[in-house]
């Protein structure tokens, strides 16, 4: 079962999505680099979380890949559907923004190279969906690796993913071409998911974060907004590019190690605010914030007429209306939709139970069963 350092991971779900719900309600221009920023921290966790529960189901006595492999698809698809095709429902009845013509793509979970393949954020109530169905792509694949591939190899390979995403940066400065391919191709996030999953691996052979991150990621994060807050200069300037990358990357290691200390269980003072119980209860539907957040927000737009406060532009009484509302619908989600339907995961255990040989003859002398410890989903994307 989860325990303190998980309860913790929580509350790095609620930063994250508050940076998101900053940047679209609050900040100036209808965008922010924290907004990418909280993007990039889910990854993290998500590439830590599916790489622990991998690992450890790959670890049991009674370890089988097929039943892993069916269980884990299976309870993704409990955990993530229901939520996501129900907004794409609502979305195909009320053709808010024109939006029907893409929905096949994100029914698909292909909205990442809609947008691309565009070079256009419309419809922009759904080109949030863009990061879920990275997360999906990887979720299709990155389990055939971890429970398939020889154990010594996973590390390496996960190194390698690593490698390969931030060399695919350096193509797009050589082309001179700011496609929106260059984010949203599954190349430009597998840095991310691939750093949690790196943190993983390390956990389950007894390391952990290596001890240069551990020290010197406050001066990666320092680094990281002095380039954030510098001038990028006219277009296709000497600085345009290595500004763009250094935006990517440098966030890598501070956003890893802070995964790596929140799983570990921070203490003092951190440790009593990181377990306050509504960060982890924003954590905890952080899913259905991400998902209804736009969704909510054109409908708002929408009743402008009827809202005394100015939804209609970045500011305050957008945050105020718009994010009542999204935290009020993720939050009737969770308790009526979400949480019921979670329960269907305890008949996929990833690891099948055990038979102890002559167990019935204990019960008959009066001795307890033994208990029988399953892999647990500790993941709440």
């Known amino acids: ?147 398939l591939a020889p154990r010594r190899r996973i590390e390496a390979i996960t190194i390698g993913v690593i490698a390969f995403s931030l060399a695919y940066r350096f193509y797009w400065p050589i082309t001179a071409n700011p496609a929106l391919a260059r ?18 691996v390390r956990r389950a052979r007894g390391a952990d974060a290596p001890q240069w991150m551990r020290r010197g990621w406050p001066v990666l994060a320092a680094v990281f907004l002095l380039v954030v807050w510098s001038d990028p200069g006219p277009a296709n300037s000497a600085w345009e590019w290595p500004r763009w990358a250094l935006v990517q990357m440098l966030p890598l290691v501070p956003l890893a190690a802070i995964v790596a200390a929140c799983s570990n269980g921070l203490g003092g003072t951190l440790g009593r605010l990181a377990e306050l119980p509504p960060l982890l209860g924003l954590g905890r539907i952080s899913y259905g914030v991400y998902l209804y957040h736009p969704i909510l927000l054109a409908y708002a737009v929408k009743a402008q007429p009827w809202i005394p406060l100015n939804v209609s532009e970045q500011g305050p009484g957008r945050f105020l209306v718009a994010g009542t509302a999204t935290l009020v619908v993720a939050s009737l989600s969770w308790v009526f939709f979400e949480k019921p339907l979670n329960g269907l995961k305890r008949y996929f255990p990833y690891v099948a139970r055990s038979r102890p040989r002559g167990a019935s003859e204990a019960r008959r002398f009066g001795a307890a069963p033994a208990l029988d410890l399953q892999q647990t989903d500790r993941s709440r994307p």
Not at 42 to 59: C, M, P, Y
Not at 82 to 110: G, K
Not at 183 to 200: Q, R, V
């Open 1 to 147: 079962m989860a325990g303190a350092r998980d309860i913790q991971l929580d509350t790095l779900r609620a930063v994250a999505v508050t940076l998101v719900l900053y940047s679209h309600f609050l900040a100036p221009g209808g965008s922010s680099f924290v907004g990418h920023l909280g993007v990039r921290l889910f990854f993290v966790l998500s590439g830590f979380l599916i790489t622990r529960l991998l690992l450890e189901a790959r670890e049991a006595a009674q370890f089988k890949a097929g039943p892993a492999l069916r269980s884990f698809y299976a309870r993704r698809a409990i955990r993530i559907f229901p939520p996501y095709f129900a907004v794409l429902a609502l979305v195909w009845f009320t053709d808010l923004e024109q939006s029907r013509s893409s929905l096949p793509w994100h029914a698909l979970y292909l909205s990442n190279f809609w947008y691309a393949l565009r070079n256009d954020w419309n419809p922009w109530l759904l080109c949030h969906f863009w990061s879920l169905s990275i997360e999906e792509q990887f979720y299709l694949a990155w389990p055939l690796i971890v429970l």
């Open 183 to 200: 984010d949203l191709l599954p190349p430009a996030s597998m840095d991310a998911l691939g750093c949690g999953a790196l943190l993983a």
